[in-house]
Protein backbone atom coordinates (compact mmCIF):
# COMPACT_ATOMS: atom_id res chain seq x y z
CA UNK A 1 0.00 0.00 0.00
CA UNK A 2 1.28 3.76 -0.33
CA UNK A 3 -0.72 6.70 1.20
CA UNK A 4 -0.58 10.24 -0.69
CA UNK A 5 -0.72 13.67 0.43
CA UNK A 6 -1.11 16.17 -2.06
CA UNK A 7 -0.02 20.33 -1.34
CA UNK A 8 1.14 23.30 -3.12
CA UNK A 9 -2.49 24.66 -4.23
CA UNK A 10 -3.83 27.83 -3.89
CA UNK A 11 -5.19 31.37 -5.73
CA UNK A 12 -3.00 31.93 -8.44
CA UNK A 13 -3.38 34.99 -11.47
CA UNK A 14 -4.09 34.43 -15.08
CA UNK A 15 -0.89 33.08 -16.39
CA UNK A 16 0.66 32.43 -13.48
CA UNK A 17 2.22 29.32 -12.09
CA UNK A 18 2.27 26.44 -9.15
CA UNK A 19 3.76 23.52 -8.22
CA UNK A 20 2.14 20.92 -6.63
CA UNK A 21 3.50 18.19 -4.63
CA UNK A 22 2.78 14.77 -3.93
CA UNK A 23 4.44 12.66 -1.03
CA UNK A 24 4.10 9.26 -0.47
CA UNK A 25 4.53 6.38 2.19
CA UNK A 26 5.51 3.11 1.08
CA UNK A 27 7.72 1.61 -1.86
CA UNK A 28 6.69 4.69 -4.30
CA UNK A 29 9.36 3.84 -6.71
CA UNK A 30 6.66 0.45 -7.63
CA UNK A 31 4.36 2.74 -8.85
CA UNK A 32 2.83 4.75 -11.69
CA UNK A 33 2.02 7.84 -10.77
CA UNK A 34 -0.76 10.58 -12.06
CA UNK A 35 -2.30 14.08 -11.42
CA UNK A 36 -6.33 14.32 -11.67
CA UNK A 37 -8.56 17.09 -11.43
CA UNK A 38 -11.91 17.15 -10.65
CA UNK A 39 -13.35 21.19 -11.88
CA UNK A 40 -16.59 22.22 -9.87
CA UNK A 41 -19.59 20.33 -10.75
CA UNK A 42 -17.63 18.12 -13.05
CA UNK A 43 -16.56 14.54 -12.95
CA UNK A 44 -12.62 13.57 -12.03
CA UNK A 45 -10.77 14.03 -15.46
CA UNK A 46 -6.71 12.86 -16.12
CA UNK A 47 -4.09 15.62 -15.95
CA UNK A 48 -0.90 13.96 -16.01
CA UNK A 49 1.06 10.58 -15.52
CA UNK A 50 4.40 9.40 -14.92
CA UNK A 51 5.60 5.56 -15.15
CA UNK A 52 6.95 3.83 -12.09
CA UNK A 53 10.56 4.38 -14.42
CA UNK A 54 10.26 7.93 -14.94
CA UNK A 55 10.76 7.33 -18.69
CA UNK A 56 6.88 7.31 -20.11
CA UNK A 57 5.18 10.26 -19.31
CA UNK A 58 1.44 11.36 -20.89
CA UNK A 59 -0.72 14.60 -20.26
CA UNK A 60 -4.16 15.53 -21.34
CA UNK A 61 -4.33 17.76 -24.81
CA UNK A 62 -5.31 20.71 -22.76
CA UNK A 63 -2.38 21.35 -20.57
CA UNK A 64 0.71 20.25 -22.84
CA UNK A 65 3.15 22.30 -23.16
CA UNK A 66 2.26 24.10 -19.91
CA UNK A 67 2.15 21.18 -17.07
CA UNK A 68 5.09 19.17 -16.46
CA UNK A 69 5.02 15.95 -14.45
CA UNK A 70 8.24 14.47 -12.39
CA UNK A 71 9.10 12.23 -9.91
CA UNK A 72 11.75 12.41 -7.35
CA UNK A 73 12.07 8.19 -5.80
CA UNK A 74 14.47 9.31 -3.12
CA UNK A 75 12.66 11.72 -1.80
CA UNK A 76 9.59 9.98 -2.46
CA UNK A 77 7.76 12.62 -3.93
CA UNK A 78 5.77 14.00 -7.29
CA UNK A 79 5.53 16.85 -8.63
CA UNK A 80 3.29 18.89 -11.09
CA UNK A 81 4.28 22.07 -12.25
CA UNK A 82 2.05 24.15 -13.67
CA UNK A 83 2.89 27.09 -16.12
CA UNK A 84 0.92 29.88 -17.67
CA UNK A 85 -2.02 28.78 -15.57
CA UNK A 86 -6.18 29.55 -17.29
CA UNK A 87 -8.87 29.85 -15.41
CA UNK A 88 -10.26 26.58 -16.60
CA UNK A 89 -7.59 25.03 -14.72
CA UNK A 90 -9.51 25.48 -12.01
CA UNK A 91 -10.02 22.59 -10.13
CA UNK A 92 -8.97 20.01 -7.03
CA UNK A 93 -5.80 18.28 -8.02
CA UNK A 94 -5.53 14.88 -6.67
CA UNK A 95 -2.78 12.58 -7.19
CA UNK A 96 -2.89 8.82 -7.48
CA UNK A 97 -0.75 5.55 -7.47
CA UNK A 98 -1.34 2.22 -9.53
CA UNK A 99 1.31 -0.72 -9.85
CA UNK A 100 -0.65 -1.20 -13.47
CA UNK A 101 1.03 1.00 -16.61
CA UNK A 102 0.03 4.38 -16.96
CA UNK A 103 -3.45 5.13 -17.65
CA UNK A 104 -5.82 8.19 -17.76
CA UNK A 105 -8.33 6.10 -16.48
CA UNK A 106 -9.31 6.34 -12.71
CA UNK A 107 -10.51 3.55 -11.78
CA UNK A 108 -6.77 2.06 -12.63
CA UNK A 109 -5.59 3.68 -9.80
CA UNK A 110 -6.41 2.59 -6.37
CA UNK A 111 -4.44 4.91 -4.12
CA UNK A 112 -5.47 8.43 -3.66
CA UNK A 113 -4.54 11.57 -1.92
CA UNK A 114 -7.33 14.36 -0.57
CA UNK A 115 -6.89 16.51 -2.92
CA UNK A 116 -5.40 20.59 -3.15
CA UNK A 117 -7.61 23.58 -4.33
CA UNK A 118 -5.72 25.22 -7.56
CA UNK A 119 -8.26 28.28 -8.49
CA UNK A 120 -7.31 30.80 -11.03
CA UNK A 121 -8.73 34.21 -11.20
CA UNK A 122 -8.63 36.35 -14.27
Known amino acids: QVQLAESGGGLVQDGGSLRLTCTASGRFGDYTMAWFRQPPGMERQFVAS????????GYTDSVKGRFTISRDDSKNTLYLQMNSLKVEDTAVYFC????????????????WGQGTQVTVSS
Open 96 to 111: AASKAPTSRTTGVYPY
Open 50 to 57: IAWLGDIK
